[in-house]
Nanobody
């Protein structure tokens, strides 16, 4: 059974940091690009960041560039991707979803809520 389980969400003040984790199982993690996608209340999904299957390439939305860092464990038996979020802003408030992608195959997690509030 494929599973993507996000964790690390919560309430944080503006300017604070948070580290999200996504634990993957049930598929060959090392063969998949991994992404974070978020959805704010009342808005559509917004792509945040992607790392390629080998972890050598990373991509970021302009809205998070310089503040967020995506990384993945290089070991096949760990199967975790992280999103380090620094200097959080109120506009970063959203449910953050982990996504695995290989060709036309996509897997999604259930999401973790991040609320930035003073």
């Amino acid at each position: 059974e494929v599973q993507l389980v996000e964790s690390g969400g919560g309430l944080v003040q503006p300017g604070g940091s948070r580290r999200l984790s996504c634990a993957a199982s049930g598929f060959t993690f090392g063969d998949y690009d991994m992404s974070w996608v978020r959805q704010a209340p009342g808005k559509g999904p917004e792509w945040v960041s992607t790392t390629n299957s080998g972890g050598s390439l990373t991509y970021y939305a302009d809205s998070v560039k310089g503040r967020f860092t995506i990384s993945r464990d290089g070991l096949y038996n760990s199967q975790t991707v992280w999103l380090q979020m620094n200097n959080l802003k109120i506009d970063d408030t959203a449910t953050y979803y982990c996504k695995a992608e290989r060709g036309f195959t996509n897997y999604w997690g259930q999401g973790t809520q991040v609320t930035v509030h003073s």
